[in-house]
């Protein structure tokens, strides 16, 4: 029965492979990003990695990095309103 089973395929499939998915499809650059992909840790490694700073540190470090970003929030926000300036003095 085994035999019967392995034997019998579909009309469409003729086990030909079209293209193969093993990142030799890729251009260069990004195929020595997919083949030097390190595994994805597991759940408690990643879990140990999460509580690793306490309540405070982790505040701290997202304040920091929303301090950092404000200067460039501002300049976007400066080139919108001279844009809109522009704008207005262009139309009215």
Known sequence: ????????????????????????????????????RAKRPSKEERLKHKNM?????????VRAGLLAMLPRLLIILAGFGIAVGLIYLWLK
């Not at 034997?7 to 195929?31: C, F, H, Q, S, T």
């Not at 700073?53 to 470090?61: D, G, L, M, N, P």
């Open 1 to 36: 029965m085994d035999k019967e089973r392995k034997k019998k395929k579909d009309d469409w499939d003729d086990g030909v492979v079209i293209a193969p998915m093993n990142g030799d499809e890729l251009p260069k650059y990004r195929r020595m990003a997919y083949l030097n």
């Open 53 to 61: 700073y306490t309540k405070k540190e982790r505040r701290a470090i």
